[in-house]
């Protein structure tokens, strides 16, 4: 009785920590997208303005805003 308990034990352990790995692979593609479109875009105006040194960290960190909150949208599937 007490094998089978502890086996089940673990296996509900294992089925966990698959779950929470799932959740962190899916999510987690949307910060370098939104770094690299963010340097992209402020690399552009910089160079349109003639103010790189302003512009590129001023879209890495709009770029870095738009990557956490595609992040955090959850389907309702």
Same mark, same amino acid.
């Given at each position: 009785? *007490?094998?089978?308990?502890? *086996? $089940? #034990?673990?296996e509900? *352990?294992?089925?966990?920590? $698959?779950?929470?790995? &799932?959740e $962190? *692979?899916?999510?987690?593609? !949307?910060?370098? #997208?939104?770094?690299?479109?963010?340097?992209?875009?402020?690399? +552009? #105006?910089? %160079? +349109?303005?003639?103010n790189? %040194?302003? !512009?590129?960290?001023?879209?890495? %960190?709009?770029?870095?805003?738009?990557?956490? +909150?595609?992040?955090? #949208?959850?389907? &309702? &599937?």
């Amino acid at each position: 009785m *007490k094998k089978k308990n502890n *086996k $089940e #034990i673990k296996e509900k *352990k294992i089925k966990v920590e $698959e779950d929470d790995n &799932d959740e $962190e *692979k899916d999510n987690s593609y !949307w910060m370098p #997208i939104g770094m690299c479109i963010g340097i992209s875009v402020g690399t +552009a #105006i910089g %160079s +349109a303005t003639n103010n790189i %040194s302003l !512009w590129l960290p001023v879209g890495l %960190s709009i770029g870095l805003c738009f990557g956490i +909150a595609f992040s955090n #949208i959850k389907d &309702d &599937d």
